[in-house]
């Protein structure tokens, strides 16, 4: 078995499905203890039983992110179960889709909970015991491209991610005393219940979205695990960052064919 986690005890919120999952079953291939958690235990224990079934450690802790108390708990039964808490991975995350004139102020709210707050209760939470146990850590956020740029119909989205960026910035300076690295990672499209969800809502097709994207394709999930991997080991000098691992779709301004 790989080991670039080895001996690395991590969270990854919101790891039932997609992009949480793919990371929680890395990590644990690389050698980490891992809890996973959602909103609902038996959803999460799926992903913790595929690890223990392919030989990893996993446990299934159940949580909303919006919740502090429960993720207050999340962390104390972690580090009680398996010494520490290392590597915090705030992916749990919620989006809709409608015009800003007409976003409900309740759905404007559960999306900056879940997407912003539940990130920032993660990261405070994780951060605390990372310094009270004195040998650093690492935090990684799940952002996404929609963190630095406009999509129709999706203002509160757009919003809590721009947040996430700016608070990975600013805890990576508060806390890189200390030894923790706190990135962030901005996906482009993967296929997940999310964009199927909001896809579906929108109008815009999978050929829209690879003609829009310099590699001409979809991201998989075993990339992102992959990027998350590399920013969560610390064998690096990254911290502050948002990676876009989005097959070029930021750095595109216009026209490759030259109109
Ligand atoms: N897929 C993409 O193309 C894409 C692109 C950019 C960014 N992202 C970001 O990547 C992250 C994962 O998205 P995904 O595509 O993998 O979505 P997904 O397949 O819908 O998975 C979302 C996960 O979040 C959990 N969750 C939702 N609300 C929660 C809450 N309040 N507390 C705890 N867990 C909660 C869900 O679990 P339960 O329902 O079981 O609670 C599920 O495990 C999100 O932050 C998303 O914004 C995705």
């Known amino acids: 078995m790989a080991s670039r986690l080895s001996e690395q005890t991590a969270i990854v919120t919101g790891s039932?499905?997609?992009?949480?999952?793919?990371?929680?079953?890395?990590?644990?291939?690389?050698?980490?203890?891992?809890?996973?958690?959602?909103?609902?235990?038996?959803?999460?224990?799926?992903?913790?039983?595929?690890?223990r079934a392919t030989g990893g450690d996993a446990v299934a802790i159940e949580s909303d992110v919006?919740?502090?108390?429960?993720?207050?708990?999340?962390?104390?039964a972690t580090v009680e179960k398996?010494?520490?808490?290392?590597?915090?991975?705030?992916n749990a995350g919620v989006t809709s889709i409608g015009p800003a004139e007409d976003v409900d102020p309740d759905d404007w709210q559960r999306i900056i909970d879940?997407?912003?707050?539940?990130?920032?209760?993660g990261s405070q939470l994780a951060g605390r015991q990372m310094i009270e146990?004195?040998?650093?850590?690492?935090?990684?956020?799940?952002?996404?491209?929609?963190?630095?740029l406009?999509?129709?119909?999706?203002?509160?989205?757009?919003?809590?991610?721009?947040g996430v960026n700016n608070l990975t910035r600013t805890l990576a300076v508060e806390w890189a005393p200390h030894g923790v690295h706190v990135n962030a990672l901005a996906p482009g499209f993967v296929k997940t219940d999310i964009t199927d969800q909001t896809q579906s809502a929108a109008?815009?097709?999978?050929?829209?979205?690879r003609n829009r994207t310099p590699l001409d394709r979809f991201g998989t999930l075993d990339e992102m695990a992959e990027c998350a991997t590399f920013l969560v080991n610390n064998n690096h000098y990254v911290t502050g960052e948002v990676l876009h691992?989005?097959?070029?779709?930021?750095?595109?301004?216009?026209?490759?064919?030259?109109?």
Request: glycine share 14%.
């Open 114 to 121: 879940v997407d912003l707050t539940g990130v920032f209760f």
């Open 16 to 51: 039932s499905a997609g992009i949480g999952a793919a990371i929680a079953k890395r990590f644990a291939a690389e050698g980490a203890n891992v809890v996973t958690n959602s909103r609902s235990r038996d959803r999460a224990e799926e992903t913790a039983e595929a690890i």
């Open 150 to 162: 406009g999509l129709h119909g999706r203002a509160p989205y757009c919003a809590a991610k721009a």
């Open 82 to 90: 398996f010494g520490s808490l290392d590597v915090m991975v705030n």
């Open 66 to 76: 919006t919740d502090y108390d429960a993720m207050e708990a999340l962390v104390e």
């Open 133 to 148: 146990q004195g040998s650093g850590g690492s935090i990684l956020n799940i952002s996404s491209i929609m963190g630095d």
């Open 203 to 209: 109008d815009y097709t999978d050929e829209d979205i």
């Open 245 to 259: 691992a989005d097959g070029g779709w930021t750095a595109y301004a216009w026209g490759s064919d030259g109109t």
